[in-house]
């Protein structure tokens, strides 16, 4: 059987209003539709406008999912992993970040797929929902790891439930009926770790920098990678924080609008700013007519071909191996163990708490939407407190 021809719609503007025009079938009989899609302003300025076709290409995603369900042969209701497939997942490839839809479709290989396999829409329950959560943590997932693909699956239902497809989630109230690994516990280092690991990269500038830009300046390992040279501000002593790199996409969408910020740099972060600019100018030269002419590079940690260094190849290849020859030659209470740059983001927030006791201060380094976030992940007390405390109580009552 020929599959219907799916439609792009158009684009029309009236009265300062730009309109989705498409096909509809009523009651045997197709007519011209019109959906208003958004006001004429900066953003949705033409018809060849982004946010213009990326809004119509979203709509024109339901409009034909909406018209596949209801030319379908009722005896063949939808199944979820048609529904997936069809329609959800180009929705969300057309509405949310590249970090997310690539999330998604792991979880629905990984996880979903085989389980939905032979449910439709209308046929999926709550039981099914439920036995499934509680088969994962059986077989040892953790309690992040079953929320996410309860989410995913959810998301994918409630947006059938939008479409008018079926009239309830059955995911909304289930839940798994076992207990679940409960997640590890977050690592950070202390202030003397990341001096020893500061040292020893002393002959590598480039990896200095990433260091303390995430475990003094709390920048995400994203925010780090696509940092470019046009936000460095080293006069005022600012970086602006604009971009992301997420899987080797760089992208103007930090992971929050909260992220979007301008930090002001401490001295010594400022100081290894300057000393790896001017290597980074030395080393970028091109040959122009017998005589050496410096590039100036768009990156901070730029790669050969000129695009954001891959921040894992640069731990693999020339952080660990530093770290290695470190510990080789150094005593055991001063070895460096490698754990990420994601914990050095949270030492630079525990930093700043135990120094100033505010959380407010972390909450804006890191740049979170509320205190919450800070405290319950982020926040590393430092142990030794507690002994000097018992020690200076011990002293008050003694006197």
């Not at 992993?81 to 839809?101: C, L």
């Not at 071909?305 to 660990?320: E, H, M, N, S």
Request: glycine share 6%; charged share 25%.
């Amino acid at each position: 059987m020929q599959r219907r021809r799916l439609q792009k719609g158009s684009l029309t503007l009236r009265s300062g209003t730009w309109y989705a025009r498409y096909y509809i079938t009523k009651n045997g009989q197709r007519k011209m539709h019109s959906h208003k899609l958004a006001i004429k302003d900066d953003l949705h300025y033409a018809k060849n406008a982004k946010a213009l076709r990326q809004k119509l290409a979203a709509h024109m995603v339901d409009v034909n999912a909406k018209a596949d369900h209801e030319t379908q042969d009722e005896k063949k209701p939808p199944t979820i992993g048609e529904f997936w497939e069809k329609t959800y997942y180009p929705w969300v490839e057309a509405n949310k970040r590249h970090s997310t839809h690539y999330s998604y479709g792991q979880i629905w290989n990984q996880f979903i797929r085989d389980h939905v396999k032979g449910h439709t829409l209308a046929g999926y329950r709550t039981s099914d929902a439920s036995k499934f959560l509680t088969g994962l943590a059986e077989q040892g997932y953790g309690r992040n790891t079953i929320s996410h693909v309860r989410s995913s699956l959810s998301g994918c239902l409630s947006h059938a439930v939008n479409l008018g497809l079926i009239d309830t989630n059955p995911v909304a109230a289930a839940k798994s009926l076992s207990k679940a690994k409960a997640p590890g516990k977050t690592e950070s280092y202390s202030l003397l770790e990341i001096e020893n690991l500061v040292t020893c990269l002393k002959d590598d500038p480039e990896c200095q920098l990433l260091i303390m830009l995430c475990g003094f300046q709390g920048l995400r390992p994203s925010e780090a990678q696509a940092l470019g040279w046009d936000c460095v501000d080293l006069d005022q002593g600012v970086i602006h924080l604009r971009r992301s790199v997420v899987r080797n996409i760089v992208s103007d969408l930090l992971k929050t609008d909260h992220a979007m910020a301008s930090l002001p740099l401490i001295g010594p972060v400022r100081d290894l700013f300057k000393a790896h600019r001017s290597a980074q100018r030395k080393a970028w030269t091109a040959d122009v007519h017998g005589q050496s002419v410096s590039i100036e590079p768009t990156w901070v940690f730029q790669n050969s071909a000129g695009k954001p260094l891959d921040l894992k190849d640069l731990v693999r290849k020339r952080i660990k191996p530093a770290i290695a020859k470190w510990n080789v030659s150094h005593a055991e209470q001063s070895q460096i163990m490698w754990k990420s740059l994601y914990a050095l983001r949270r030492s630079a927030s525990s930093f700043l708490w135990q120094l100033t006791g505010s959380v407010e201060a972390s909450q804006l380094l890191l740049r979170h939407r509320t205190p919450n976030v800070t405290i319950s992940h982020y926040l590393k007390a430092d142990r030794s407190g507690r002994v000097k405390g018992l020690k200076m109580l011990e002293q008050e009552i003694e006197d």
